[in-house]
């Protein structure tokens, strides 16, 4: 039973078509990353695979459940939990707080919410700040904490967009380290990122977009030697 | 949350606990009225407070649910002599219902949008009692039962009322509904994406901010005897968030102590009429801009500077 099932995704904008018919599937477990140029539809595949957009056409499946359509906190409670490529946290809550939202509103008890939180903060390096406000902390410790809130309770899978965009490398360092073990324990992720290096290093599995569509999916290393992705991000000419 | 959240608690208590030893030593009788008033005032800032201090939405509607608090059991008691003690729940069922609705309505609207649908909706419902005048007796004024003979028994049955409401607001913050709120006024879009019932708490924030209000409006009509639409004008509102925003948005003491600082201010203020409200006016953006959790947020700076926000590195976190 896959996780994740996307099977001829459509979604329009106006005239602009930004996903075309785009498949793939997700065994539970894997960690997978999801790259293309800018406008190739990865963060509309990632707003309709979190309900905050419903597609035109196609069917999105969580387990063999169907979900296009469902609105972002009943897919937060199946356990799609996302990060956002623009970070989101609660600038006016402290740290803690903002795990805290996340665990008790996906159920967790208020004594096993804060040992959670704790063992987060930890394990991200946010345990000074726990009692801060959350919009006092530096760019990078703020996706920390928005990477934190998706790991309150265990998802089913976890989309994350650019995690590593503008982070110091220290905090990235943190952030990979922390997916590895996860992906050790059989995590389920979906990573889009710009950054090259870092698929490479973590994802076994890459799929490319581009206009919409997926035009490869495959071992990462093969991917990013495949000729359409490399037409894709540089154009015919350069071949 | 925890220590501020206790601070706030303690000082709450010592605010209602000199109001309630004020009248041994206060005889005048016409202040102990500007004291019964300037409670109803703080459960009205108060319960805005729930919706915009704690959860975001700016609505521009607090007096409106006031006043129909005061009327439905102003008219229970007109046409069907309905008793107060039954009027009074009324109230706040009505006003909650009605809130209930009026944060559907207004579900998917921020800002200036919530802002401007709010303030139709208090000007329609002020107009219908305004103009439904065989029903309401519109601007002649509707006479309501009086409950005591005695002020002091008003006096002390508002403070519990108040008390009531600022300790059950204290409880409902500390349960994790006061974080969902809170999300929700900080960022509508990471809340739902982090399992937060967007929908459902927004529409209880309105429906208890609302009953709330429908509960101050029917004790001060019991207390007043007489209301006229002039509870719901768009001047009284403006009295209770600047209340609210002077005080403290989204503090638990601001509004309590703001309510009874800018209505004792309104008394002084009296003699230059509708001036008075350009000063307030003037006070809300100054708080608005610079400080943003008003007088109480800055009395509390010393102790927050005491107590470093950020803890040396350990490990046993």
Known sequence: MPCLFVDGVQKAFGGIKALDGASFTIEAGELVGLIGPNGSGKTTMLNILSGHLAPDAGAVALEERPVAGMRPEALARLGVMRMFQLTRVFPRMSTLDNLMVAGRALGLEQDEAERRAGRLLADLALAPFAHLDAGHLSGGQMKLLEFGCCFMVPPRIALLDEPFAAVHPTMKEIMAGFIRRRHAERQTFLVVSHDMPVIIELCPRTICMNAGKVIADEDTRAVLTDRAVIEAYLGEAAI | ?317
């Open chain 2, 1 to 317: 949350m925890g220590s501020r959240a206790r601070i706030e608690l303690i000082v709450s208590l010592a605010i209602l606990i000199v109001v309630a030893l004020v009248p041994a030593f206060v005889a005048n009788e016409y202040w102990r009225g500007v004291l019964i008033v300037s409670m109803v005032f703080a459960m009205l800032a108060a319960a805005w407070n729930l919706l915009a201090g704690y959860t975001g939405q700016f609505s521009l509607a607090p007096a409106t649910f006031g006043m129909i608090g005061a009327y439905t059991t102003g008219l229970l008691a007109y046409h069907l002599e309905t008793p107060p003690i039954l009027g009074i729940p009324a109230a706040v069922v009505v006003a909650g219902l009605i809130g209930l609705v009026l944060g559907r309505i207004v579900l998917r609207l921020r800002g200036p949008y919530l802002a401007l649908t709010t303030l139709s909706f208090a000007e329609i419902m002020r107009l219908v009692i305004s103009n439904s005048i065989d029903f309401t007796r519109g601007d002649l004024g509707l006479n309501v039962p009086g409950l005591f003979q005695s002020r002091l028994a008003y006096y002390y049955l508002i403070l519990g009322a108040l008390a009531a409401v600022q300790l059950g607001l204290y409880w409902l913050l500390q349960t994790p509904v006061g974080l969902y709120l809170r999300a929700i006024r900080d960022d509508e879009i990471a809340a739902a994406s982090r399992g937060v019932k967007v929908v459902w708490w927004k529409t209880y924030a309105f429906a208890l901010s609302a009953a709330i209000s429908g509960l101050a409006g029917a004790l001060y009509a019991h207390f007043a005897q007489l209301i006229s639409p002039e509870l719901g004008l768009i001047s009284q509102s403006g009295l209770i968030i600047s209340m609210a925003v002077i005080g403290g948005l989204g503090t638990l003491v601001g509004p309590l102590g703001g309510a009874f600082l800018v209505y004792y201010a309104s008394e002084f203020l009296r003699d230059f009429g509708n001036y008075q409200l350009i000063a307030f006016a003037l006070l809300v953006i100054l708080f608005a801009r610079f400080f943003r959790e008003g007088l109480w947020g800055l009395l509390r700076r010393p102790f927050e500077r005491m107590r470093p926000a950020i803890a040396a590195p350990s490990p046993a976190e």
